[in-house]
């Protein structure tokens, strides 16, 4: 991998730090470095700048833990969101994917990752305490459960679902089932099944607004 | 595009200047922001600095031109290499490619693109002035042109033979032809074409110390 010969040692670094990125070989990290040094100094030290900000300068909100850059995050301090439902993600990506669907107006709380006993995750590692706390506290009347359809997942789906089911809160999660677009002949056996088990009525499978 | 709502400006400014690169959209820059956002402060400003120093701290090597941490590269001063034989090309990525086949012993010289006055890149904007001169001052006796077989690299190559053909040196060009392991029928006609007439002596295609 490494027996490639670098004409210097501060080219060597540069693709050594991108080739640790997900998805980038070494290949693609030289043509990436390659075109830095092509660049304007400015311009490479505003990208340089723009990622020790983010990773030095970052703050999670403290109600959901989404990214954020003030104490409570644009949804929570939103008033026109409806703040009787959470929906329980893994990740901040996961959040944004959620919104940019535009059908959800309901607030969010970001777990972190899922429970996951070979990765050395545990519940405690994870933002479950604060959930329970927040649904404890009143005024929701849903959790959605959005996890990964995931072994992990399930577990910590089971784990939330015991945890909460004593508070008095309506527990769902989202529907699996074949993808809007797909043909039923690609779809694997264990999505279809579910998707004919969690069969819905057919006029309420076109209401957007449910 | 931008049409995405990202949680906080510090994140979306990592994301538009990590889609500045080339062939990272905008889906693939988030991915690697938030992998980013995962690692030790101390990995992250490992990552920027390497990519500032590569900017800030990049020498060129006084003869050739290929990036050295020394005046003159670890190439041009390395005395076993046969200092008779030049291989121009147009970037620092050919010469390490070149390198790579470990079948050349001679020099470089790194033009830094190709004449292309569709870009505003003319040959003053190239290392040609010093690539003759070097010519001139004697001891080289072949000078071998690996330019991009592209309009403007077949340009570059006619203005550097008009240049370089009144010295005292054999221009020779790499051979175009079918990639070893390809089959015919996926060969080009161009390409299928020049490598008919540029035809070899069998007995001499297997001889690697030509």
Known sequence: MNDEQYPSQLLQNAVDEFSKLPGIGRKTALRLVLNML?????????????????????????????????????ICSNPSRDGSIICVVETVKDVMSVENTQQYRGLYHVLGGVISPMDGIGPNDLEIESLVK???????????????????????????FKKLSPLDVKITTIARGVAVGDELQYADEVTLGRSIMNRVDFADSFRMDR
């Open 38 to 74: 092509r660049r304007d100094k400015e311009d490479v030290s505003r990208f340089a700048n723009s990622v020790l900000r983010l990773r030095n300068e970052v703050r999670y909100c403290s109600v959901c833990h989404n990214i954020s850059d003030t104490e409570t995050c644009q």
């Open 134 to 160: 927040r649904v404890s506290e009143g005024g929701i009347n849903e959790v959605i459960l959005a996890l990964s359809p995931t072994m992990e997942g399930d577990t910590t789906n089971f784990f939330l």
